[in-house]
C-alpha cells in the first residue's frame, strides 16, 4: 500500500472542497442568493469546481496501482479478495451515509418545494445504491455525487480483473484499456455510467505511479505526457488536461522520492507540524466530506429560508458556516461511522 504522502493529501483536501463548495453554488434557494452577490464566483463554481473530480480519479488510479501492482503485476493471485475489500470499503460507509441523507430530505421535504431534494427512496432504490447499481437500473440517486462512489468501485475491479487476466501482458491490457477511454469512450457521455468512459484518467494515474517507480522514469513521464497531449490535440477536454497535470506532477514526485530512496541509507525520523497533521485529517475525512455534505446543503437550505437573512454578505456569511459545519460533520462521520466500517476485513 502507498505511503500516505502530503502532495496527495493537500490536492484531495483542495478537491474535496471545490466539490462542496460547487454543490452550495448549485443547489436551492442559498445558490441563487449566492448568485446574486457574486455572479462571477459562482460561475466559476459551477463551471469549473467540478472538474475537481478529476484529481480523485487520478489519485484513484495512482494509489490502485501502488496498492494491486505496485511494480507492475499482481501481487495476488486472485484479484477477488481485493474488490471485495474495496466494495466494503466504499459502500458501508456510503450506506450509513445514505440513511443520513434520506432523514435529511424528509426533513427539506416538510419546508421547501424545490427540485432538487430527493424524493423518499423505495426499498428496491435503496437496495440498487447499496449495491452500487443505481445508475445502471436508472434509479433517481438520493444524493449529489454519488455517482462517483459506484464508479470508484467499478474502475477499481475493472483494473483489477485486468491485471489478473493481462498476466505478464497486464500493463498493455490496461494501457489499450486507458487509451481507449481517451480517444473514444470519454467522447460519448451516453457511456458516462461505465467505467470505460473515466478509465483514461485513471490509467493516467495508474502509470504514473509505475513510470515514477520505474528505472527509467523520465523517459515513461514524458510517453505519459505525449499521449495525454496526443489526446488533448484528438478532441481538446478541459477535464482531461486537468488529469494529464495531475498524472504528471505524481509520477514526477513518485521519482523523486525514489530517486531520494536510492541516495539516502536512512531517513531520520522528523515531528510533523501542525499543519501537517492537519492537513491529513482533512485529507482522512475526505471521502466523509463527500458522503455527508448535501446533507448539509439541504438543511442549510430549510435554514436560510427560514431565518431569511437579508443583511449585506448574508449568503456568503451563511454558506461560510453551513461549510464549517460540513467539515465537523465529516471529522465525526470519518471518526465514528467510516473508520469503524471500513476496519470490517473480508476473510481470505
Not at 109 to 121: E, G, K, N, Q, V
Not at 137 to 162: H, K, N, P, R, T
Not at 227 to 255: E, K, M, N, Q, S
Request: glycine share 6%; hydrophobic share 60%.
Amino acid at each position: 500500500m502507498p505511503r500516505r504522502q502530503t502532495h496527495i493529501d493537500a490536492a484531495k483536501v483542495v478537491a474535496s472542497h471545490l466539490i462542496v463548495l460547487h454543490h452550495f453554488t448549485v443547489y436551492g434557494p442559498l445558490a441563487e442568493a449566492l448568485d446574486l452577490v457574486a455572479p462571477r464566483l459562482t460561475e466559476w463554481f459551477f463551471e469549473y469546481a467540478r472538474m475537481a473530480v478529476q484529481v480523485f480519479l487520478v489519485i484513484g488510479g495512482y494509489l490502485a496501482a501502488g496498492t494491486l501492482a505496485p511494480h507492475g503485476h499482481l501481487q495476488r493471485t486472485s484479484p477477488w479478495h481485493n474488490i471485495a475489500q474495496r466494495y466494503v470499503r466504499l459502500a458501508l460507509p456510503f450506506g450509513a451515509a445514505l440513511l443520513l441523507v434520506i432523514a435529511c430530505s424528509a426533513v427539506a421535504r416538510l419546508w421547501l418545494d424545490a427540485d432538487f431534494i430527493p424524493t423518499a427512496p423505495s426499498l428496491i432504490a435503496l437496495l440498487a445504491h447499496f449495491v452500487l447499481l443505481f445508475d445502471i437500473f436508472d434509479y433517481e440517486a438520493l444524493s449529489v455525487g454519488v455517482w462517483y462512489v459506484a464508479i470508484d468501485f467499478q474502475l477499481f475491479a475493472v483494473m483489477a480483473l485486468f491485471l489478473w487476466i493481462g498476466g505478464r501482458a497486464a500493463l498493455w491490457l490496461v494501457g489499450v484499456c486507458m487509451l481507449g477511454s481517451l480517444f473514444f469512450f470519454n467522447l460519448h457521455e451516453s457511456v458516462d455510467i461505465w467505467a470505460l468512459y473515466f478509465f483514461g484518467s485513471y490509467g493516467l494515474g495508474a502509470f504514473a505511479w509505475w513510470a515514477g517507480h520505474s528505472r527509467n522514469a523520465g523517459k515513461w513521464l514524458v510517453v505519459l505526457a505525449v499521449v495525454g497531449a496526443a489526446a488533448l490535440v484528438w478532441d481538446f477536454r478541459l477535464r482531461i488536461a486537468l488529469a494529464v497535470l495531475v498524472a504528471i506532477g505524481l509520477g514526477v514526485v513518485r521519482w523523486r522520492v525514489a530517486q531520494a530512496a536510492h541516495t539516502t541509507s536512512t531517513t531520520p525520523a522528523r515531528q510533523l507540524s501542525v499543519a501537517t497533521r492537519l492537513l491529513r485529517v482533512l485529507s482522512r475525512s475526505s471521502y466523509a466530506l463527500f458522503l455527508t455534505h448535501f446533507s448539509i446543503v439541504l438543511l442549510g437550505n430549510v435554514l436560510w429560508v427560514q431565518w431569511a437573512w437579508t443583511f449585506a454578505g448574508a449568503a456568503a456569511w451563511f454558506t461560510a458556516g453551513a461549510w464549517l459545519v460540513c467539515m465537523v460533520i465529516a471529522l465525526l462521520f470519518e471518526r465514528f461511522v467510516e473508520r469503524r466500517l471500513s476496519a470490517i476485513r473480508i476473510p481470505g
